[in-house]
């Protein structure tokens, strides 16, 4: 699957059937996936965001830290901060017209000494 992907991506540029500027990138969700309840962790976001593009974060299993809201509508972040509540998973959810990412979370137990 990568190979063909490699091979379009090459193809394409290469007959101008699609300039590159028109090409987007993923959305790409990086942090912790094991975490902690009740405490905040810091996920980067990146993609090749449009000028005037506009995102929805969603945060299942836990809230968005310094709003207390589960969703946000907003122009492109490269990070988000979450703080995860008690249930047995969660995930992050990005949402733009022409792509989305997920990135899901383990609650796990914090480390006794």
């Not at 809201?69 to 972040?77: G, H, R």
């Not at 995930?91 to 792509?99: F, G, K, N, Y």
Request: charged share 10%; glycine share 8%; hydrophobic share 40%.
């Amino acid at each position: 699957m990568q190979t063909i992907l490699k091979l379009i991506f090459t193809i394409i540029p290469v007959f101008g059937l699609v300039p590159l500027s028109h090409c987007e990138a993923q959305i790409t969700i990086s942090g912790p996936s094991c975490v902690v309840a009740s405490t905040e962790y810091q996920y980067i976001i990146s993609a090749n965001w449009p000028a005037g593009s506009k995102i929805q974060v969603c945060v299942r299993g836990g809230a968005i830290a310094g709003t207390g809201k589960t969703c946000m509508d907003t122009e492109p972040v490269s990070y988000i901060r979450v703080i995860w509540t008690d249930s047995a998973a969660g995930a992050i959810e990005i949402t733009a017209p022409d792509r989305s990412a997920s990135f899901r979370v383990g609650i796990c137990s914090a480390l006794q000494p």
